[in-house]
């Protein structure tokens, strides 16, 4: 059983995140072979990162990040959820982000980008980079979603009716990658 976090990466008021996060979290729970949680960061509250302490060693301060240090670090897979705001991604993502280290690595990461006319494509293709630097693999398949506020409808299915095999195919890739890289941690 592969456990599979989707990470909200939006706190504003009004957000659009919480259509394509549950979407998606909806479609990954029916599948038998996962264990799927969503962690919305806004229901995180975590502090900004401040500590002197680089998250490489592990000594994490304050219960609420020692929580999410150990929630983070029992997934096998990641979905991350990511908004674009000013071309790039929130500021609260990377901080979630910025707290851990070893969590992360030998992980691999899928995105459902969602936005305006790109549906956040730069803000995932930042993202990647990051990923890359916690030594986490970045799958190829990705959900972009434009113009994110008129991608569902009033149930909260996407409009487009590709949007599910897009997803789908995320999944299959995710899964390969999730269980192959289980297999190499556990050696």
Avoid: C
């Avoid at 991350?80 to 070893?102: R, T």
């Avoid at 992360?104 to 993202?127: D, I, S, T």
């Avoid at 990051?130 to 398949?141: C, D, F, G, S, T």
């Avoid at 289980?182 to 050696?187: F, H, M, P």
Wanted: glycine share 8%; no cysteine; aromatic share 12%.
């Amino acid at each position: 059983m592969l456990k599979v976090k989707i990470i909200l990466g939006s706190t504003r008021d009004g957000r659009f995140g919480d259509k394509p996060a549950h979407f998606i979290y909806e479609l990954a729970r029916k599948r038998q072979d996962w264990e799927v949680e969503l962690l919305d960061l806004k229901e995180w509250n975590l502090p900004f990162f401040t500590s002197a302490k680089a998250p490489k060693i592990g000594e994490y301060e304050g219960d609420l990040v020692k929580k999410w240090a150990a929630t983070i670090g029992e997934a096998d897979a990641y979905i991350i959820v990511a908004p674009e705001y000013n071309h790039g991604y929130s500021a609260v993502l990377k901080n979630a982000m910025d707290f851990l280290y070893n969590e992360w690595v030998n992980k691999p990461v899928a995105f459902v980008g969602y936005g305006g006319g790109l549906g956040g494509g730069r803000a995932v293709e930042q993202l990647r980079q990051v990923v890359i630097e916690l030594q986490m693999a970045p799958i190829r398949e990705a959900l972009y979603i434009p113009s994110v506020w008129q991608a569902f409808d009033e149930n909260g299915k996407p409009v487009d009716e590709q949007s599910e095999s897009k997803a789908e195919a995320l999944f299959t890739q995710l899964h390969w990658w999730g269980e192959a890289l289980k297999v190499a941690r556990n050696k």
